[in-house]
């Protein structure tokens, strides 16, 4: 897990409620992503972030929001707008330029059950 | 429309024996692909990557090959340990791309 720590480890939320992810580095990487796991498929891409005060929409950004206020911090909040939010989500860091041959490590997950 | 396929989704083996997955891509123009082993429950660890010039790479028991033209990777274990039950991901990247595109995973099961 590197220098990555996310937490909670679990986290269980009611309909209709906001949750807050957090995702930790202490790499001075300046890119940073969010995934979305769920069973049989392969990582999904939320948002990500190559620079401080900047972030892009990943592939599935509907119903989730981000910040980027710090190099080492990338909050990700799962909104109520989210209809599926039951799933196991990663945080990862890398080095910055747009260069996909600059390894992604990865933190240890956080697993949101929405009850 | 699917840039990665795996095979197989699962399998289950004996410790002590050898196996090989696969990865199928479509992703171009091709920059590099890398294998992850992600363990259950925690987040993937990258094995290896292999750029459009190199078509072996090992790391410890874990070898994996690429064939650029056919757009095919392998990834053999040898003499498989409790340890390397977990799911392995592979990650063919593009020139450029920002984004990285995960394949599915083979979820790999080690029997004693």
């Known amino acids: 897990d590197g220098g990555i720590t996310q937490s909670p480890k679990y986290l269980f939320r009611k309909e209709g409620q906001n949750v807050t992810l957090s995702c930790e580095q202490n790499?001075?990487?300046?890119?940073m992503y969010w995934y979305r796991q769920d069973p049989g498929q392969g990582l999904r891409l939320i948002y990500y972030s190559q620079i401080v005060n900047d972030f892009q929409k990943g592939d599935i950004a509907e119903g989730y929001s981000v910040s980027r206020e710090k190099k080492e911090s990338f909050p990700l909040t799962v909104t109520s707008a989210q209809k599926n939010p039951t799933a196991f989500y990663l945080c990862?860091?890398?080095?910055?330029?747009?260069?996909?041959?600059?390894?992604?490590?990865f933190g240890p997950g956080t697993r949101l059950t929405v009850l | 429309k699917n840039q990665v396929e795996q095979s197989p989704q699962s399998l289950i083996i004996l410790e002590g024996k050898n196996c090989t997955l696969q990865c199928n891509y479509t992703v171009s123009p091709f920059s590099n692909l890398r294998w992850y082993k992600q363990d259950t429950g925690r987040g993937p660890v990258s094995l290896t990557i292999m750029t459009f010039s190199e078509n072996t790479k090992s790391n410890g028991r874990y070898t994996a090959t690429l064939d650029a033209d056919t757009k095919q990777s392998s990834l053999h274990i040898t003499a498989s340990q409790l340890s390397d039950s977990a799911s392995y991901i592979c990650?063919?990247?593009?020139?450029?791309?920002?984004?990285?595109?995960f394949g599915q995973g083979t979820r790999l099961t080690i029997n004693p």
């Open positions: 990650v063919p990247s593009a020139q450029g791309a920002q984004k990285l595109v």
């Open positions: 990862a860091s890398g080095v910055s330029g747009g260069s996909s041959y600059n390894e992604q490590f």
């Open positions: 790499l001075n990487h300046d890119a």
